[in-house]
């Protein structure tokens, strides 16, 4: 069990009780990984979620032996949310760029008290959906400075 004042400070939970919170600290350990070991791979089932507490995880989609980086992750950042929505399988993998720490949520325990509080659950839900429309407004900004002349993109 990880204490409830470590998970307090992360982003994901700041607006939850110390009750709630405590619930999900029963259902996290924390996993110590090396410099270059993966954390998991995309097209595995996803069985926890992931927030990083030292070090920094390289998320990368792999391609035929190719890897392409998109982003990395640092302490206090959430990862493998795929654990939270069907299929349930990771989409990119979770490479440590450097010794690592990081919290691990048992997300079939996590699902299991969403059921019993559907409140939780629906807190949880709006933190990460801000947390990765966040990540989407950077990196639709990234890819229109890299396009550098006005585009118009239009749905089918």
Do not use: W
């Amino acid at each position: 069990m990880v204490p409830v004042a470590d998970l307090k400070k992360l982003d994901l939970f700041k607006d939850l009780t110390n009750e709630q919170v405590g619930r999900l600290a029963k259902i996290t350990k924390v996993k110590k990984c090396k410099r270059g070991q993966v954390v998991y791979r995309q097209g595995t089932a996803a069985k926890h979620l992931y927030f990083v507490k030292k070090g920094t995880v390289s998320l990368r989609r792999v391609e035929e032996h190719v890897g392409i980086s998109f982003v990395s992750r640092v302490a206090g950042e959430l990862l493998g949310a795929a654990s939270l929505m069907e299929p349930r399988e990771y989409t990119l993998t979770g490479l440590c760029l450097e010794d690592a720490e990081l919290y691990a949520v048992d997300a079939d325990k996590l699902l299991g008290i969403f059921q019993k509080d559907p409140g939780l659950g629906y807190k949880m839900a709006l933190a990460v959906a801000r947390i990765y429309f966040g990540l989407y407004q950077n990196a639709r900004g990234q890819l229109l400075a890299m396009v550098k002349a006005p585009t118009i993109i239009t749905a089918p």
